[in-house]
């Protein structure tokens, strides 16, 4: 009932007010966006595109949790999930440059640039950061030249195959078609996180620097590269004689190993558009796409381990080895009027770390800290919204989704109900499994450029080595894209 009051009432009131608008004509249809062009044939031309997506949430807390130092069994916060400011241009058929700015992550409590005391911006005691003032950041530059372009720019004829080789900081990773996400499209308002496995240590969220070669070979869309991981310096803390832990890998790539990654995808239908690296989570009815893709990660010696249990112990060095295997669905089916679409992704990873390496991670935690005068249970992830994400062992994901036909509703305004399952399994936790699941939907008032997307998903609380139990976050999210 709480949550009606405070989540669905409001949303009720803002889609009867954004069906009015589009009553009354609603917003242009969007077509080449934000286009500069520098000749009469189109050929030349700079693009700009930008979106935002809005949080509204409420989460149940991880047992024995305190948000700035008061115990919270949950809690209601509102949050910039991200920004993105994009352009990139043509000067010629074979030379393009992109740039990528924008922020992540910003809450009341966290995502904060340092220092302020107690202005808000934190200070000594929390850490120096708490929510005002997100940096500005770059995720991507990268310059890209066409060898063989995928149409011969003199006659406009497709070529059999094609190859581009572009250098900078770029997003054209391997493992997966979901580790390069378009963040603008997804089916389901986020990813699983272990998608992105190197996220924010040896990568700059998501984005390593480096030399890539992406093309197509007649229905084989393909994207290799070769990066220079970003330097994490972790040790191995030294714990007591017979204490399992000093056998946990930490990341550590002081001797400075490249990195390779590649990514592969027979394209059954449709072949998807890779001017851009970002993937699509659903076309919305508008593409039929089948694929199964495979890809990789390895670099050398990029975690550690203690050769024996004492803070002066030579390290031992383990390459971090990454694959999986998976299949994407985007299949409209019915009668053309009606426009119905299944959209469905499933991918299965294998990463390897080093021994019974793991990490803990959230989105957009607050200022967690255990509570004063708890004395029960807590979670081996620790406070908030925290859960194992990312280690040694194998992981499972799928997501399905649904378009609702277009006779529900008149104009432009679709449904789309949609629900994933996890399963992961972790070296260090032995045979015990972890899972969660989320159920939830789209409604797009004008595909991704203006949409409004409900979620109730779980995670798993760790005790004993053993998901003992769930806790879940209920989210409503807005975007505007253009």
């Known amino acids: ?164 080789i572009g250098t900078g900081l770029h997003y054209w990773n391997g493992i997966s078609r979901m580790t390069s996400a378009g963040s603008a499209n997804y089916l389901a308002i986020d990813v699983p996180l272990y998608n992105w496995p190197l996220v924010d240590l040896q990568d700059q969220f998501a984005r390593q620097l480096g030399v890539y070669f992406k093309g197509n070979i007649g229905p084989v869309s393909y994207r290799w590269a070769v990066n220079k991981p970003f330097t994490v310096l972790s040790s191995p803390v030294a714990f007591q004689k017979g204490s399992r832990d000093s056998s946990f890998a930490v990341d550590n790539n002081a001797t400075g190993k490249l990195a390779t990654t590649a990514y592969a995808a027979w394209q059954f239908f449709s072949r998807e558009n890779n001017l851009l690296p970002y993937y699509t989570g659903t076309y919305v009815g508008t593409m039929k796409v089948f694929n199964i893709g495979a890809g990789y990660y390895n670099s050398g010696e990029g975690t550690a381990t203690q050769a024996t249990n004492s803070a002066s112990s030579v390290l031992i060095r383990h390459s971090i080895t990454l694959w999986a295997i998976d299949a994407f669905a985007d299949l409209p089916f019915g009668a053309k009027e009606k426009n119905w679409a299944f959209t469905g992704y499933g991918v299965f990873y294998h990463y390897d770390f080093g021994p019974n390496y793991l990490r803990y991670g959230s989105i957009m935690n607050e200022n967690v800290s255990a509570a004063p005068d708890y004395n029960g249970k807590v979670s081996q992830a620790g406070f908030g919204n925290a859960a194992p994400i990312i280690g040694t062992g194998s992981s499972w994901f799928t997501q399905v989704g649904v378009l609702l036909p277009k006779t529900i509703l008149k104009g432009k305004t679709r449904f789309q109900p949609f629900g994933e399952y996890s399963l992961q399994k972790f070296e260090r936790f032995g045979n015990a499994s972890f899972t969660y699941w989320s159920a939830g939907g789209n409604i797009y008032l004008d595909g991704h450029h203006a949409r409004i997307s409900l979620k109730y998903q779980t995670r798993p609380i760790v005790v004993n080595d053993r998901q003992e139990s769930s806790k879940g976050t209920f989210i409503i999210a807005t975007q505007v894209y253009l």
């Open 1 to 164: 009932m709480k949550i009606f009051k405070r989540f669905l009432c409001p949303l009720l009131l803002l889609l009867f007010s954004c069906r009015l608008a589009y009553a009354q004509g609603g917003s242009p249809e969007y077509k080449e966006g934000m286009t500069i062009r520098l000749d009469s044939s189109g050929k030349k031309y700079i693009r700009f595109f930008t979106w935002a997506t809005f949080w509204a949430r409420q989460t149940n807390a991880n047992p024995g949790t305190a948000i700035n130092g008061v115990q919270k069994n949950n809690w209601t916060d509102f949050n910039l999930r991200q920004f993105r400011f994009v352009t990139y241009s043509q000067l010629s058929p074979r030379y393009l440059i992109l740039a990528d700015i924008g922020i992540d992550n910003q809450s009341y409590s966290s995502g904060g640039a340092a220092g302020g005391a107690n202005t808000g911006n934190g200070g000594q005691t929390f850490g120096g950061t708490l929510g005002k003032k997100p940096e500005l950041y770059l995720h991507d530059l990268w310059n890209e030249y066409a060898v063989i372009p995928d149409k011969d720019p003199d006659n406009g004829k497709p070529n059999k195959a094609s190859l581009y």
